[in-house]
């Protein structure tokens, strides 16, 4: 579980933006109107819309099968050879139809290279889990990890210590689990590729360890209020958001970048 | 809930069924009435206005190449919906998301498949088909393929899904179109069927619209040549 406990004092130490990270708020709409200047040429409204069309397909099917999104692969696979200087575009347009279908965004990690699905519909209570059964199970995985690295701190957490972690919630590296598999894998792997958690290698006494941090794709895609509020809930004695200094502040400036996102979107 | 929404104006209850449309290719008719049900706090609970709302999200998905259809299980004649790409079956069947070797070897269990007398295929006899494949790799897309509702499985048989099925039409009419000849009765193309036996008749018919043939009329005749045909075992 995190370091440290729910602060109640002002001790706390501001929690510092990653720089590694890059700036939050690259957009769609950003980096289409640097191609715009570039080239005033546009498609037409009829040809973009049956793109669009395409790559929301693409981008459905392979976000189904759990692959990651790479713009490079929208462009190769899903635009036809002529098309690939309006990729910007095009994903512009993938966007808006997507949230209008789908209540789902389409947003371009801060690497530039990645694209993630983002859930935009409120949490309904009662509402039926819109994943499968399986996935909804890694899914899970996912956020308990992710909870753990943002309890943690920026310095994220060393392998040990998210084994020791997960083998509380009775999930071991070496053993075969009945729904995630390899988990080693998963967590090391597929987690990462996915963007959900990004890994380091550092040498401790002679020994190459991983460290864990969150990946672009959950800075971009998890709302962290959200994932504080979950945590204070396993807490349990009434601990509020607020009560976990760094981690709430954290956790605001996040969203904060989400909102700006949104706004540099809706100003296109 | 929201409370701005309404069953023929496409909002978030659509936009959740859409999502959740997405985790599970295809549903049962019962699936889909409490899916809705459950989306909508239970506000929308008769066939009427379920119809209504699909009716609704039909309209919207079209400009994306995408459809909710309805189509009758092969195996049981039980109503199945599934959110299809509409695009051509090409498209899918080329679909980005497998790789050379891995739509190489969706070409040919569509093909085995379709071909075979019975339709469908020993889980066996499908991991043989496998080429330029490790066999833990085919096992691998073979579960993805049931999971995914491309194929279904019983009895460590493989067949086309219902959702397949309504997918793929244009390709398997356009390639193996001798194979899924339109059945006599509900006038949708047929792989797992009983084909007639009576020389150069050739008419394909699903085992449930026999089995409803039967059922109301006592004996079961072909539509096409008027041959009476023997009770299935």
């Not at chain 1, 040429?41 to 692959?67: C, D, F, I, K």
């Not at chain 1, 859930?119 to 996935?135: D, F, G």
């Not at chain 1, 971009?220 to 349990?236: E, P, R, S, Y």
Request: glycine residues 8%; aromatic residues 6%; charged residues 30%.
């Amino acid at each position: 579980m995190p370091r440290g406990r729910p602060r109640q004092s002002q001790n706390g130490t501001r929690a510092t933006q990653d720089d590694d990270d890059g700036p939050l708020s690259q957009s769609l709409s950003q980096s289409q109107s640097q191609t715009q200047r570039r080239s005033q040429r546009r498609l037409s409204p009829v040809e973009e819309e049956r793109l669009a069309a395409r790559v929301v397909r693409y981008v459905l099917a392979a976000h189904g099968r759990g692959e990651p999104l790479r713009r490079e692969k929208v462009r190769r696979l899903a635009l036809e050879p002529q098309h690939g200087g309006y990729v910007n575009q095009v994903l512009q347009a993938a966007d808006v139809k997507l949230r209008d279908v789908f209540g789902m965004s389409l947003e371009v990690l801060p690497n530039k290279r990645d694209l993630l699905l983002v859930n935009q519909l409120p949490v309904v209570e009662n509402a039926p889990p819109l994943l499968a059964e399986s996935e909804l199970q890694k899914h899970g995985l996912l956020v308990a990890i992710l909870a753990l690295i943002f309890m943690s701190g920026d310095a994220g957490v060393d392998e040990d210590t998210l084994w020791r972690f997960l083998s509380k919630l009775g999930v071991h590296k070496d053993h075969k689990h009945e729904c995630f598999g390899n988990v080693r894998k998963l967590v090391t792997e597929e987690f990462c590729r996915a963007g959900y958690l990004r890994k380091e290698e550092e040498v401790v006494k002679g020994v190459t360890v991983l460290r864990f941090f969150w990946g672009d794709a959950a800075s971009v895609g998890v709302d962290a209020v959200d994932l504080l509020k979950f945590v204070c809930t396993i807490w349990g004695d009434e601990v509020e958001p607020e009560q976990w200094q760094e981690q709430y502040e954290r956790a605001l400036q996040l969203q904060e970048a989400r909102e700006q996102r949104e706004q540099a979107r809706q100003q296109q | 809930m929201e409370v701005d929404c309404t069953v023929d104006v496409y909002g978030d209850w659509h936009r959740h069924f859409m999502q959740a449309m997405l985790s599970q290719p295809a549903i049962s008719a019962d699936g889909l009435k409490k899916l809705v049900g459950d989306i909508s706090g239970n506000t929308i609970r008769d066939l009427d206005q379920i119809k209504t709302f699909l009716l609704t999200v039909r309209s919207k998905v079209h400009s994306l190449g995408l459809d909710l259809k309805k189509g009758l299980s092969e195996r049981d004649g039980r109503p199945v919906y599934a959110l299809i790409n509409t695009s051509g079956g090409e498209e899918t069947v080329a679909c980005a998301a497998f790789s050379e070797v891995q739509l190489r070897y969706l070409r040919a269990l569509i093909q085995e498949v379709v071909t075979s007398v019975r339709g469908d295929i020993s889980a066996m006899a499908a991991l043989n088909l496998a080429d330029g494949m490790p066999k833990a790799d085919a096992q691998e897309l073979l579960r993805r393929l049931v999971r995914d509702c491309w194929l279904e499985e019983t009895d460590s048989r493989l067949a086309l899904h219902t959702r397949a099925i309504l997918e793929l039409e244009p390709y398997l009419l356009r390639h193996y179109g001798e194979h899924v000849p339109r059945c006599q009765m509900c006038g949708k193309i047929t792989v797992r069927g009983r084909l007639c036996e009576q020389d150069g008749c050739g008419a394909k018919n699903h085992h449930h619209c026999l089995g409803k043939m039967r059922d109301k009329m006592g004996v079961v005749k072909c539509q096409k040549c008027n041959s009476l045909m023997t009770d299935e075992d």
